[in-house]
């Protein structure tokens, strides 16, 4: 091997052994969700008292991590918690998953990512970049790929972190409602009104509202 080949190699060796450990942890975390007994959940959330809720922040953010589906979180805190509570848990849960994807995504695959783009695909993380938050804001609420899957994805990319974060927070807050107040009426179905979608259709108008905006801005460029 020559001299001028060294880096080269190092860097492919970095790159495999970084995403090597990052696959490795979120396979181990899906391992262990899948051993959880889910009908004791809702006993031992009852016994955490206060604690419950930043619990189930905790759990919910790893389980996203490992790329569980964020409609099955926010239900369950809906089941959980109520309503409003529990979209206030899911929606805090998606988006500290969310920074955690981010940077492990940026840590194990922003280089690579640079380094290999070319043609279109570099034009297109150019313009991910230049769209900012209102291009997040619109890839969140397409149901393309897991929650997890998606800020890993962004962590590689050009995007900036706190546009990565707003747009998470935006796109992600008119689901977490929505999803949260079903799960609540399926233990209380008295308890949910029309009130407490509310905040679900305010979200929703936002990010659509968000979504609109990019479009035509997207066609004048």
């Known amino acids: 091997m020559t001299t001028a080949d060294t880096p080269a190699a190092d860097f492919r060796r970095r790159a495999l052994i970084r995403a090597g450990a990052l696959a ?7 391992l262990l969700a899948s051993r959880v007994p889910l009908g004791s959940v809702p006993d031992e959330v009852r016994e955490l008292g206060a604690f419950g809720p930043a619990a189930a922040v905790v759990a919910g953010a790893a389980l996203l991590m490992a790329l ?21 848990v899911a929606l805090v849960a998606a988006v500290g998953a969310a920074i955690a994807t981010f940077w ?3 840590w194990a695959g922003r280089e690579t990512v640079r380094r290999r783009l070319r043609g279109r695909i570099a034009r297109l993380d150019e ?13 969140r609420l397409l149901p393309i790929a897991p929650f997890g899957l998606v800020g890993y994805a962004y962590g590689s990319s050009a995007t900036r972190f706190r546009h990565y974060l707003a ?3 935006l796109g992600g807050a008119p689901s977490a409602f929505a999803y ?8 209380s ?21 968000a979504a609109v905006y990019w479009r035509v801005t997207s066609r004048r460029s």
């Open 167 to 169: 747009g998470t927070a």
């Open 24 to 30: 490795l942890g979120v396979g181990a975390v899906a």
């Open 189 to 209: 179905p008295d308890g949910v009104t029309l009130l407490t979608y509310l905040p679900a259709a305010l979200g929703a108008l936002v990010s659509a509202s």
């Open 68 to 88: 569980v589906p964020r409609t099955a979180i926010s239900l369950a805190c809906g089941l959980l918690f109520g309503a409003t509570a529990g979209a206030g």
């Open 127 to 139: 313009w991910l970049a230049q769209r900012g938050t209102l291009a997040v804001v619109v890839v």
């Open 104 to 106: 492990l995504g940026r």
């Open 180 to 187: 949260a107040a079903i799960g609540a009426a399926v233990v």
